[in-house]
């Protein structure tokens, strides 16, 4: 994962996304549903006339390849749901060890997006949790996300 600086407006719009990030599943769920019905409109199976070189011709696509583009479509938006469902439930445990009350304020401060509203020790402690939390659900060996998994398990302890 890429270390970048970030200040306090872009921490917490990130916040802000992590706690709507039901809403994008659910857009990323029912995107997955129209995709497939989608796909079959735009890429008509039908034979079609060609003009080239030759003249004209009739031609019709290959339905292996539509196939196959169609199933490793869908197969990334199958992950890319499955990974924001993973990351959600780890935020929701992290959130969960969270005294109520703060954690309340804090939905109830960004449901009403506050451009007032100043950045605390517990958006610092939720931002690096999610830093955390991206790191597992983005990591792509086991030996990456065991130590970003250490490190969520400490922050959670250290609550």
Known sequence: MEATILGASEKLEEINKWLDLP???????????VFSNNYYQEHSLYTHIVYNG???????????????????????MD???KRNKE???????F???LPTKEVEALKT????SNSQYAFTSLDRIIFNAIQDIKGIIEA????????????????????
């Not at 990456?144 to 400490?154: F, R, V």
Request: charged share 30%.
């Open 109 to 112: 401060q960004y449901i009403s």
């Open 79 to 81: 992950r890319r749901i």
């Open 54 to 76: 030759q003249g004209i011709a009739t031609e019709t696509p290959r339905v292996e390849m539509v196939a196959i583009n169609l199933a490793d479509s869908c197969l990334v």
């Open 23 to 33: 809403c994008f599943i659910a857009e990323l769920e029912y995107e997955r549903k």
């Open 95 to 97: 959130l969960a060890r």
């Open 140 to 159: 792509n060996d086991p030996e990456t996300k065991t130590i970003y998994q250490k490190k969520l398990k400490k922050r959670m302890e250290n609550l």
């Open 87 to 93: 990351g959600y439930r780890l935020f929701n445990e």
